[in-house]
């Protein structure tokens, strides 16, 4: 009498179901991968504040629209949808790459605007006291944007945001020892030097994306990051962006502009008197105006890298341009706001 060899089918049934698993867990794996990866939506500051304040059931006064800004600004970047990916070590966030270069832009001009208030806004003058909210909160900001281990990058700017806190519910009191913002021309146009110097490096990493030629010798701090130099026909060098960068610094770049832009419309409300005094505030508008085209929404799949004058598009040079000539508005911004 034969018996039948029953072990196969099992074994074949536990195969598919370990394959059906493996299936499952990479569909789960792309779906989260595809809802994450978005950029979040723009706030209006003026709007945020009266809300803010109305909840600490205070005024608003000069300066509460720039700190409220900024605080929006790093809540933002921790709470969106997916929240921080930047320090993500497992899939899906291991996986992505827009969406932290994105959260190291806005983090650079986060970064960019608490230091500011910590060694100039909040300060008569440089021999002035530092407040020390912001003393506590500019270094925490500062700690590394991928840091996973404790104390974690997002443990520490949640402390810098409490200390934002702190200063946002000093300011405006009668009591001189508390929090100010001194909303002055000068300090105003040095912290737009340093914005348009920011923009003038993002404008050149981007237009690298087809290359660009440098005459002369090019020294390697003038070179994009991660960009690739070899000799051009005709003398000369060709400094390119690596394709798998392009995406990178396409990315910072949008992210950088787009948290750059709430703190110009922050900039009309608490600095609104100086700049209609300067005549300036057209000039702010324009840098607006060329911010938010370069905000619209991107309608493809991927960051495309055509030739400058091919059949496909460059979303880096657009980009670029955008860039560029809200550079060349700020340029004339700040030398209004330095007139007398």
Request: glycine content about 6%; hydrophobic content about 40%; charged content about 20%.
């Amino acid at each position: 009498m034969q018996t039948q060899d029953t072990s196969n089918p099992p074994r074949h049934g536990m195969r598919r179901a370990i394959l059906a698993l493996c299936a499952l867990v990479l569909l789960f794996v792309g779906a989260l991968m595809w809802w994450w990866d978005s950029e979040p939506a723009l706030f209006d500051p003026v709007t945020v504040t009266r809300a803010q304040m109305q909840e600490l059931k205070r005024p608003v006064s000069v300066g509460a629209t720039t700190t409220v800004t900024l605080i929006t600004s790093v809540h933002t970047l921790l709470d969106k949808r997916g929240g921080y990916l930047s320090n993500d070590k497992l899939p899906p966030g291991v996986l992505m790459d827009n969406v932290p270069n994105w959260e190291f832009g806005s983090l650079t001009a986060s970064r960019d605007l608490v230091r500011a208030l910590r060694n100039d806004f909040s300060r008569s003058q440089t021999q002035s006291t530092e407040d020390k909210d912001l003393a506590e909160a500019d270094p925490l900001l500062n700690s590394p944007n991928d840091r996973w281990l404790l104390p974690s990058s997002e443990s520490q700017y949640r402390k810098a945001i409490r200390h934002l806190d702190g200063y946002l519910g000093r300011l405006g009191d009668a009591d001189d020892s508390n929090a100010h913002f001194y909303a002055r021309a000068d300090n105003l146009a040095d912290y737009l030097q340093l914005v348009s110097s920011r923009l003038g490096s993002l404008s050149q990493r981007l237009s690298a994306s087809v290359g660009q030629i440098r005459i002369g010798d090019v020294a390697s701090a003038d070179e994009p990051a991660a960009a690739s130099t070899v000799a051009a026909p005709g003398g000369g060098r060709l400094v390119k962006t690596p394709w798998t960068k392009i995406d990178d610094n396409f990315y910072e770049a949008r992210g950088y502009t787009s948290t750059l832009l709430e703190q110009l419309k922050a900039f009309q409300q608490d600095f609104g008197p100086i700049l209609r005094s300067k005549h300036a505030d057209v000039s702010l508008e324009q840098v607006i105006r060329e911010l938010e085209e370069a905000q619209r929404p991107l309608h493809s799949p991927m960051v495309l890298n055509g030739s400058p004058f091919g059949f496909f598009a460059n979303h880096s040079l657009v980009m670029a341009n955008y860039v560029s000539r809200a550079n060349a508005a700020l340029i004339d911004l700040r030398e209004l706001l330095k007139r007398g």
